[in-house]
Structures are given as structure tokens and as C-alpha cells.
């Protein structure tokens, strides 16, 4: 039975002509998708300076919110203890101070004086900052070090013995962090991983931010030179460093 109505494809050939694949139909113009460059990021705008006080009831608030932000920061590993006592301290003396300005004399202005010295509390950050002195990596159980540096010469002396106790424990967890305190109140900060160890001496109690850090660069440390130390290969010249980020003067082999 025959269909009018069926689809014959030689119909249809015979109907449209014939395309090339490649050549675009006469009369149209290929779409080129226009190139742009991507648009620069604004940049962000700097921070205004927060106005002074008006008021001693506004010095008093700005200078507990000053103390609370102390206090986060102490909680959130960004600050160590000398910091935080250094610049508490700071803060506390001054409301004290203007506390007793207003009660001999409630209209006095001499407030102003008290919180008008900008910069005090940056200078105590910074002194009292703990700054990495050097750096010593160990592979486990050897008492020849794989690289050391720093701005001062290492000192197997201050972290040997403590590795040794710590290599020596039984059923030790394979990865670690501590801290203990050295004599002229400096602080060592050890990062034990799966091969190696790395000792890292600071001139003050760090920050918990500080020892995450050491940790951090510990674990890169193992996870880039992975082969070569669970093999023994151990050539420092093919090897890469992360603790080098520790310290500014270039570290030297021994």
C-alpha cells in the first residue's frame, strides 16, 4: 500500500541543495565568538581610620573592645602569652587612668591625652612577636641532621636529647607537635611525622599559630620528598625544604 504522505529521503536531496561542510552558505558570515579580557578586580578600598572618641563613656568602650579583640586573638593561636600580657597590660592601664581622671573631675578633658598616643600597642606586638632563630630537620633514630638553617647556627645540643626521649618511647603516635622552653626564654617547637623530624628554636614562646605552622611545613616536607625518605636517599641536593620559608637567611648543609 503506498502512503502520499511518507517521508522519501531522495525527495528531500532533491529539494535543498547541497552543503559543503566546511564552507559557511552564501549571504552568512561565521559567528566569531569575541575575545574579551577578563575585568581587573577592583581594588579594595583601605580601611578608614576609626574616628577618636567623643566622650569618655566612648574611650572607656573602645578601650574594653580593644581588650576583648586581645583576648580572641590569644584564643585564636594569633598572639602568644608575652603579647597578650604586653598589650592587655596597655589597655588595662589605660582605663584605669582615665577612671580616676573622672572621679576627681568628671568634666575634665585630660582623657583625650590618655588615648591619643597612636602606635604603642603595634611596637608591643612586635617586641614581644616570637621570631624563628633556626631550623633542623632528623631523620628518625640519626643524630646527623639533614639540613639546618636559620639566623643562628643550630644547636643539635637543645634538640637531640628531646628527640631522643621521644624516638625511644614505645608505641609513639607517628605524627606529632610539641613545644618546650629553652633557657634565655627561648621556646623549641619539634614536628614529628612518619620519617623525619623537624626542630625549630624561637626567640619567645610562640604563638599556637606559629607551632601550627612548623607542623604544616613538617608535614609538606615529608609529603614533596616522600620516596627518598622512606627509601634512605637521602640528598639534600634533590630534596626540597618548606621549613626554608621559616627564616630569611638561606640554610646551609652539614
Known amino acids: 500500500m503506498n502512503d502520499q504522505n511518507s517521508h522519501d529521503p531522495s525527495n528531500n536531496n532533491r529539494e535543498q541543495p547541497r552543503r559543503s561542510p566546511i564552507r559557511p552558505t552564501q549571504g552568512t558570515t561565521p559567528s566569531v565568538p569575541r575575545q574579551t579580557q577578563p575585568a581587573r578586580p577592583a581594588r579594595p578600598a583601605a580601611p578608614k581610620p576609626a574616628d577618636p572618641p567623643t566622650n569618655p563613656s566612648t574611650a572607656m ?31 588595662s592601664e589605660q582605663r584605669t587612668i582615665i577612671e580616676r581622671l573622672l572621679e576627681r573631675n568628671p568634666d575634665t578633658d585630660a582623657w583625650r591625652q590618655v588615648i591619643s598616643v597612636p602606635g604603642q600597642t603595634g611596637f608591643l606586638r612586635t617586641h614581644f612577636q616570637a621570631e624563628p632563630l633556626y631550623y633542623i630537620i632528623y ?85 614533596a620528598n616522600q620516596a ?11 630534596m626540597v625544604f618548606p621549613q626554608r620559608a621559616l627564616v630569611e637567611s638561606g640554610p646551609s648543609t652539614r
Open 61 to 91: 568602650n573602645t578601650l574594653r573592645t580593644k581588650m576583648e579583640q586581645i583576648a580572641d586573638e590569644f584564643a585564636q593561636g594569633k598572639i602568644n602569652r608575652a603579647q597578650f600580657n604586653a598589650m592587655y597590660k596597655r589597655y
Open 228 to 238: 627518598a625518605l622512606a627509601r634512605g636517599w637521602i640528598v639534600p641536593e634533590r
Open 139 to 223: 631523620r628518625h633514630s640519626s643524630d646527623q641532621p639533614i639540613i639546618s638553617g636559620g639566623s643562628e647556627p643550630a644547636d643539635p645540643a637543645q634538640i637531640l636529647p628531646a628527640l631522643n626521649k621521644i624516638w625511644q618511647t614505645p608505641n609513639r603516635p607517628r605524627v606529632g607537635l610539641g613545644r618546650k622552653p629553652l633557657p634565655h626564654e627561648q621556646w623549641l617547637v619539634l614536628a614529628i611525622g612518619e620519617h623525619a623530624a623537624t626542630g625549630v628554636v624561637f626567640s619567645k614562646e610562640p604563638a599556637t599559630a606559629q607551632a601550627r605552622l612548623v607542623r604544616d611545613l613538617h608535614a609538606d616536607f615529608e609529603r
